[in-house]
């Protein structure tokens, strides 16, 4: 990976020390989808760590709400693929499945079209940053009732004192920036 593009793309992440609360950074992407040139060189990034890793195997790329709808349809394009929706339960309209996972307080649930996949069809799944790693193990979870294969799950941004890439298993992982 070449170290001026990924210094290009690190520039426009912002840090907001103690957002949402006390103790917490807050890496603001905002920036960087503000200016052409960082995020098409993100995805670009992305998309040569994938035809590196998987070649032309890949058939969809699933985008997780909300801001992997951001990255995914552009990595999709790039890599000449389709990109699938993964959103939060009652954003779909007709059949679904649905798997949830455990927030703090309570739990959340993320749903797919029924029809959105075949069974053996290989995925990649794409969001902006990879924390605890629970929404992006409860997608993996999701495209295994459809009959996915999960090939990789990517993100931009990974908070590694979190360990969310711990909880993806044997899932591969991998994320252009790593922060504490």
Known sequence: MAEPELQLVSRRIRSFPDFPIPGVIFRDISPLLKDPESFRTCIRLLAGHLKTAHGGKIDYIAGLDSRGFLFGPSLAQELGRGC??????????????????????????????????????KVVVVDDLLATGG??????????????????????????????????????????????
């Open 135 to 180: 929404t992006m193990c409860t997608a993996c979870e999701l495209l295994g009732q459809l009959g996915a294969e999960v090939l990789e799950c990517v993100t931009l941004v990974e908070l590694t004192s979190l360990k969310g890439r711990e909880k993806l298993g044997s899932v591969p992982f991998f994320s252009l920036l790593q922060y504490e």
């Open 84 to 121: 699938v929706l993964i959103r939060k339960r009652g954003k779909l309209p007709g059949p679904t499945v649905s798997a949830s996972y455990a927030l703090e307080y309570g739990k959340a649930e993320l749903e797919i079209q029924k029809d959105a996949l075949e069974p053996g069809q």
